[in-house]
């Protein structure tokens, strides 16, 4: 149903400033996986009907429109506000925008503090949807942050290319327990066991070390072509007479060699997918012209950070957008006892707190003022993740500033001003 002519135009909302009903009636939606509870209040407060379920689908809305929505008033008079609960709320949203209603989109945490207020211990899908039609009339709701079609399409991007690499992860993990049943000397002759060498030998003849030593001279020339010969006969040598002592598992060799076998093969079409997508992304920052380029950091890190940063005119200062990305230390205090040393609170995004830690990781060494701090919370007693912590919000609120002045990024920060200066 298209919106009607007399509606009122949807007022602009700040993110980080609650959304008010401005006289409206008030519909809550709890999301689920297969169906939504909804129910409705009145803009005096009084609910109105009763808690309705509708599937997620078209005739779920068709249901929702014609038992609570339209009865109230339709588009002009009504808000919705709806939990966003994984990513089962995203048709429902885009489908009540469409038709022209507004939605607020409640952030999970927002809402579980009232839920935990109750007095009886008590969650069902009808409270759920009454208490969320309450806190939006309440005038208490904030309005999560919801990308744009562009935006939405490269986080879908860097989400899966971020998705890839920790599968791959996982897989050489799982790789590593099967080698190490097999020939566990094998670790000791190269840094990265599944490097090309390992991955040739694998491939044409097993790393089982029956199967190395039956076959010495192939096993040196094989050596030699896949590392572009930096693995020469002296290495190799070494190699097998580690095969000759090992323990490795000899009547579960052949297993062994098949599992280790496929388990590469998944590792190497993960890694095909990850450089089309690295490929991709970094025409998506050419094209960008980001100012983010000037920090050095690689493009699927400055696509992530877009992806999960824009617009960033939705964070009024610094310390709100690394607070975003949960760097900001979390507060413990009781009466007069007061902790200095709490961990991140790590809200927000983990994918974009994941890329400013490694931003962090990869430029710490290269800027004099990266280094200074590094060194200086290292000084403080700061392991080397907590020193990194601690350079990655100095990385996001400078990121903050380069994205909101759209300039590039100066190795040397500019002078702070003395007291008094304008």
């Given at each position: 149903?298209p919106?009607?002519?007399?509606?009122?135009?949807?007022?602009?909302?700040r993110?980080d400033?609650p959304?008010?009903p401005?006289?409206?009636h008030?519909?809550?939606?709890?999301?689920?996986?297969?169906?939504?509870?909804?129910?409705?209040c009145?803009?005096d407060g009084?609910?109105?009907?009763r808690?309705?379920?509708?599937?997620?689908?078209?005739h779920?809305?068709e249901?929702l429109?014609?038992?609570?929505l339209?009865p109230?008033?339709?588009?002009?008079a009504?808000?919705?506000?709806?939990?966003a609960?994984g990513h089962?709320w995203?048709p429902?949203?885009?489908?009540?925008?469409?038709l022209?209603?507004q939605?607020?989109?409640i952030?999970p945490l927002?809402?579980r503090?009232?839920?935990r207020?109750r007095?009886?211990k008590?969650?069902?899908d009808?409270?759920d949807?009454r208490s969320i039609?309450?806190?939006v009339?309440?005038g208490?709701?904030?309005?999560?942050?919801i990308p744009?079609?562009?935006?939405?399409?490269?986080r879908l991007?860097?989400?899966?290319?971020?998705h890839y690499?920790?599968?791959?992860?996982d897989?050489?993990r799982l790789?590593?327990?099967?080698?190490?049943r097999?020939?566990p000397?094998?670790?000791?002759q190269?840094?990265?066991?599944?490097?090309?060498?390992?991955?040739?030998l694998?491939?044409?003849?097993?790393?089982?070390p029956?199967?190395?030593?039956a076959q010495?001279?192939?096993?040196l020339e094989i050596?030699?072509?896949?590392?572009?010969r930096?693995?020469?006969?002296?290495r190799?040598?070494?190699l097998?007479?580690?095969?000759?002592h090992?323990?490795?598992?000899?009547?579960?060799?052949?297993?062994?060699?098949?599992q280790?076998r496929s388990v590469?093969h998944l590792?190497?079409?993960?890694?095909i997918e990850?450089?089309?997508?690295?490929e991709?992304l970094?025409?998506w920052v050419?094209q960008?012209?980001?100012?983010l380029?000037?920090m050095g950091?690689s493009?699927?890190i400055?696509?992530?950070?877009h992806a999960?940063?824009?617009?960033m005119?939705d964070?009024?200062h610094?310390?709100?957008?690394a607070?975003?990305a949960?760097?900001?230390?979390s507060?413990?205090?009781?009466?007069?006892?007061r902790?200095?040393h709490t961990?991140?609170?790590?809200?927000?995004?983990p994918?974009?707190?994941h890329?400013?830690?490694?931003a962090?990781l990869?430029?710490y060494?290269q800027n004099?003022s990266?280094?200074a701090?590094?060194?200086?919370?290292?000084r403080k007693?700061?392991?080397?993740?907590s020193a990194?912590i601690?350079?990655?919000h100095?990385?996001?609120?400078i990121?903050?500033?380069v994205?909101?002045?759209?300039r590039?990024?100066?190795?040397?920060p500019?002078p702070s001003?003395?007291?008094?200066e304008?």
């Amino acid at each position: 149903m298209p919106q009607s002519s007399n509606s009122l135009p949807t007022p602009a909302v700040r993110k980080d400033q609650p959304v008010h009903p401005n006289g409206r009636h008030v519909v809550g939606i709890d999301i689920g996986c297969k169906r939504h509870a909804a129910a409705a209040c009145t803009r005096d407060g009084r609910e109105f009907g009763r808690v309705i379920f509708c599937a997620n689908d078209r005739h779920g809305v068709e249901r929702l429109q014609t038992q609570l929505l339209l009865p109230l008033g339709g588009p002009p008079a009504v808000l919705i506000g709806l939990e966003a609960t994984g990513h089962y709320w995203l048709p429902f949203h885009g489908e009540l925008t469409r038709l022209g209603y507004q939605v607020v989109v409640i952030n999970p945490l927002q809402t579980r503090a009232k839920f935990r207020a109750r007095l009886r211990k008590t969650a069902t899908d009808k409270l759920d949807a009454r208490s969320i039609a309450e806190f939006v009339q309440q005038g208490k709701a904030h309005t999560a942050r919801i990308p744009d079609t562009p935006t939405h399409i490269l986080r879908l991007t860097v989400r899966q290319r971020w998705h890839y690499m920790a599968l791959t992860s996982d897989l050489k993990r799982l790789a590593l327990t099967y080698l190490d049943r097999l020939f566990p000397e094998f670790h000791h002759q190269f840094n990265s066991p599944l490097n090309a060498t390992g991955r040739a030998l694998l491939h044409q003849l097993g790393l089982a070390p029956q199967d190395l030593l039956a076959q010495p001279e192939r096993v040196l020339e094989i050596a030699s072509a896949a590392s572009r010969r930096r693995v020469g006969k002296a290495r190799v040598d070494e190699l097998l007479e580690q095969a000759r002592h090992s323990l490795g598992l000899v009547p579960l060799a052949a297993t062994l060699v098949t599992q280790l076998r496929s388990v590469v093969h998944l590792i190497e079409s993960l890694e095909i997918e990850v450089a089309r997508l690295d490929e991709e992304l970094e025409k998506w920052v050419k094209q960008k012209q980001s100012p983010l380029v000037s920090m050095g950091l690689s493009a699927p890190i400055i696509a992530t950070i877009h992806a999960e940063s824009d617009p960033m005119s939705d964070f009024t200062h610094p310390w709100q957008y690394a607070a975003y990305a949960g760097l900001d230390p979390s507060l413990s205090e009781s009466g007069n006892m007061r902790s200095s040393h709490t961990p991140i609170s790590k809200r927000g995004s983990p994918y974009l707190r994941h890329v400013l830690y490694l931003a962090a990781l990869s430029r710490y060494r290269q800027n004099r003022s990266f280094q200074a701090l590094y060194q200086k919370s290292c000084r403080k007693g700061h392991h080397h993740t907590s020193a990194l912590i601690v350079v990655a919000h100095k990385i996001a609120r400078i990121i903050w500033r380069v994205l909101t002045d759209e300039r590039p990024f100066r190795q040397t920060p500019p002078p702070s001003k003395k007291k008094g200066e304008n």
